[in-house]
């Protein structure tokens, strides 16, 4: 498909140990599609290589944005590509502040002599901050440092709401989130939710989705995806955990 990210058969070792094994999966633009899986399964290793990050290994396979392979290219150009990944332990950038943060992502993707227009950036940060149920105070604070874990995930939020991706992996926004604060996240997320936005959403438990309800669930185990199916199947998860799945697997191997 055309409009869609694409992993095929991919491979991801740490150090040498093959975490992620010949994983394929599609995400067309304008779809949810959540990965459930066992904490140790594999899920924030495919996160983080599909964005780039340098410490994992991919040993095989190619993962296609809109059919442009992104594998070589470093993090920066995959985000300006229309990649976003949303960090289940967001970082904390000390000196930064988080409106010189978004401005200056938001610049890289301008063309040679364009300037951003203050004004316009303010108005739609703003915007977005009060769907998101970010005090203004948070526009000067530095990104990040000293917000409490459901700060840092609704501001993973801002960051996505900002730049407008084509494609967003969104791993385990709802970890550490109380009722409330996953309820804002769930919001924001399903306001960018659209025809020109594909999502991989990440999380180990159901309750996510009943607020951001996916297209389609795939379950992860050991670095592969070993059953997919309709948004019934996170429930199905929900209630008779993941030991059926494996033992399904097991009778077909
Ligand atoms: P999940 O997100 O599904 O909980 P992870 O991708 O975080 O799973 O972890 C998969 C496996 O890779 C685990 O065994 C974990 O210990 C290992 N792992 C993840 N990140 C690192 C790292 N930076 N260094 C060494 N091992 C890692
Ligand atoms: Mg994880």
Redesign the pocket.
């Known amino acids: 498909m055309n409009s869609s990210l694409v992993i095929k058969d991919l491979c991801i070792s ?2 040498d ?1 093959p ?1 992620v094994k010949s994983l394929n999966l599609e995400v067309p633009k304008g779809e949810v599609h959540a990965i459930m ?10 996160a983080k290589a599909i964005a780039g990050h340098p ?1 994992y290994n991919i040993t095989s396979g190619s993962v296609l944005l809109d059919r442009v392979e992104i594998l070589g290219m470093e993090a920066d150009e995959r985000s300006r590509k229309g990649l976003f990944l949303a960090f ?1 332990y967001p970082n904390e950038v000390p000196g930064v502040s988080n409106a010189n943060f978004i401005r200056a992502a938001l610049q890289s993707r301008l063309g040679e002599g364009e300037e951003l227009e203050a004004v316009a950036f303010y108005e739609r940060l703003y915007e977005k901050m009060d769907l998101l149920e970010i005090r203004r105070e948070f526009t000067a604070r530095s990104v990040n440092e000293g917000f409490s874990g459901g700060e840092k995930k609704r501001n993973e939020i801002l960051q996505m709401a900002m730049l407008e991706p084509s494609y967003a992996v969104l ?2 926004t709802d970890s550490g989130l109380d009722i409330d604060a996953l309820k804002i996240v769930a919001t924001g997320v399903n306001t960018l939710r659209g025809p020109n936005l594909g999502v991989l959403l ?1 999380t ?1 438990y159901q309750r996510l989705l009943n607020y951001i309800v996916p297209d389609h669930v795939h379950v ?1 185990m050991d670095g592969r995806i070993v059953k997919s199916g309709g948004k019934e199947l996170a429930l199905e998860l929900d209630e008779r955990g993941y030991d059926w799945v494996k033992a399904e697997e097991a009778a077909l191997a």
């Open positions: 740490i150090g140990r975490i899986g066992l904490n140790g399964s594999g899920k924030s290793t495919l410490d289940q791993d385990e990440i180990h992860m």
